[in-house]
């Protein structure tokens, strides 16, 4: 079980390129999410998608979208990257939540990406 | 705004001791909470869920509690070893926000043999 997936595991980009982040999950899951960390800040929500052909903006979306190509996969792309957006990505997936019940968050390994 | 503090931000211990983190929001109308591990350069993995409704949940030497009411949930680790070693983080699931997660900043936790 490969759970939640990551790729690339590292990016050095040059301010001003663009990239994608590619995130995609085997747990047939809802929801997915895109967080960044940052030392002293804890983890940060991006965007999210609470199901297949739905997104919304989270805590800190400027500079950042997201495709949600299918329920499997959801990227995460930067049109033209800062120095700012230096961070740690982690992509997540957990069953929908409906009610008061819910399952965990499954997260990946992470990208860590360098804007120079 | 939902804010969550964990406290302390480090912690240094002996092989053996038993441990209390804490975690405290500020919004108490929350659907659950979860603790999460974190090791150098990797992901987060997932410990424990407590549902809104519970007191409190067990996993091996884990005991991770939740009064809703105070804002507060500490996870117990008993008997600690080197390999308990990591970053700890708290998030609450908030119903002002949908689906998403408030996380802590952590408390990076050291075991010594």
């Known amino acids: 079980n490969a759970g939640v997936t990551q790729t690339p595991k590292f990016q050095v980009l040059k301010t001003g390129q663009s990239m994608t982040l590619q995130c995609a999950q085997d747990?047939?899951?809802?929801?997915m999410y895109w967080y960044r960390q940052d030392p002293g800040m804890g983890l940060r929500l991006i965007y999210y998608s609470a199901s297949e052909g739905t997104t919304d903006k989270g805590e800190v979306p400027n500079g950042y979208n997201v495709s949600r190509l299918n329920k499997r996969e959801f990227s995460l792309r930067l049109e033209s990257a800062a120095p700012s957006q230096t961070s740690v990505y982690f992509c997540a997936s957990s069953e929908a939540l409906m009610g008061h019940r819910d399952s965990p968050l499954h997260f990946g390994n992470g990208t860590r990406l360098t804007v120079t | 705004k939902q804010e969550v503090t964990q406290i302390p931000a480090a912690l240094s211990v002996p092989e053996g001791e038993n441990l209390v983190l804490n975690c405290s929001f500020t919004?108490?109308?929350?659907?659950?909470l979860q603790w999460f591990r974190q090791d150098p350069g990797k992901g987060l993995t997932s410990l424990l869920l407590i549902q809104s409704s519970q007191r409190e949940q067990t996993s091996g030497r884990l005991n991770a509690s939740l009064d809703k009411s105070s804002g507060r949930s500490t996870l117990y680790i008993a008997a600690s070893q080197p390999g308990d070693s990591a970053t700890y983080l708290c998030a609450v699931r908030e119903k002002s926000s949908g689906d998403k997660l408030t996380f802590g900043t952590g408390t990076r936790l050291a075991v010594r043999p």
């Open positions: 919004d108490s109308a929350i659907y659950n």
């Open positions: 747990m047939n899951h809802n929801s």
